[in-house]
């Protein structure tokens, strides 16, 4: 799976959007860009994921640059509940077999 | 969507005892589960595959004999942490993976061991 690097924390408004980047420069052709996110003492959630294509669903958007070595998670308008941990994992699609490798991600801190 | 249940949420025990540690997948069939583990302030770190009716496959570090998996149905996987130390109070963490490549998450049981 490739390195991924994000930021160690970021702090946003509440109403605002919330734009948290990761890099993934040795991604190779056939990996996907997931995301996940923890919120305090629960386990973590799926949020969204994309091969090269934008992506949007009712939680967020995810933007991948053209030459696919960076992404942005897009949460369009942050509420105090989106206080949490951000994940940005770069992975192959398989069977189901592999488990999900966890970085350090973003600590994501929505100010009232 | 799919969903993970993981019991008990919390639990405390006296060392040197066992905890038992449940994992369900609900609407779905998980022939492959995960366990984690997530120290204070420190990301989740895989300590094992659980695969349905067979041994489980343990990252390098892991005490197979300390912490026992069981994979009997395709929607229950058990941790049992063994003889139960201070150093093992953590929150564990269930997953498991459906057949549209997204992987779901237990809410995780905080282990207090005294």
């Known amino acids: 799976d490739a390195k991924t690097t994000q930021p160690t924390s970021m702090d946003c408004a509440e109403g605002r959007a919330a734009n948290l980047p990761c890099n993934h420069s040795?991604?190779?052709?056939?990996?996907?860009v997931y995301w996940y996110r923890q919120i305090h003492s629960q386990g973590p959630q799926y949020i969204i994921h994309?091969?090269?294509n934008n992506e949007t669903n009712e939680m967020a958007s995810l933007i991948i640059t053209e030459d696919r070595k960076s992404s942005t998670l897009i949460l369009p308008h942050a509420t105090l509940r989106d206080t949490a941990v951000y994940y940005c994992?770069?992975?192959?699609?398989?069977?189901?077999?592999?488990?999900?490798?966890f970085g350090s991600g973003t600590r994501l801190q929505v100010q009232p | 969507g799919a969903v993970v249940s993981q019991h008990p949420s919390w639990v405390i025990c006296k060392s040197g005892t066992s905890v038992k540690i449940e994992c369900r997948s609900l609407?779905?069939?998980?022939?492959?589960m995960f366990w984690y583990r997530q120290f204070p302030k420190q990301s989740l770190m895989l300590m094992a595959t659980?695969?349905?009716?067979?041994?489980?496959?343990?990252e390098q570090g892991v005490e197979k004999d300390k912490f026992l998996i069981n994979h009997a149905s395709l929607t229950l996987s058990t941790l049992t942490v063994t003889s139960a130390h201070p150093e093992d109070s953590s929150f564990y963490i269930c997953?498991?993976?459906?057949?549209?490549?997204?992987?779901?998450f237990g809410s995780g049981t905080q282990l207090s061991v005294l």
């Open positions: 997953s498991a993976r459906t057949g549209n490549e997204k992987l779901f």
């Open positions: 040795t991604i190779s052709g056939n990996e996907y």
């Open positions: 994309g091969l090269k």
């Open positions: 994992i770069v992975r192959v699609r398989d069977t189901g077999r592999r488990a999900l490798t």
């Open positions: 609407d779905f069939q998980a022939t492959t």
């Open positions: 659980s695969n349905e009716g067979s041994k489980a496959t343990y």
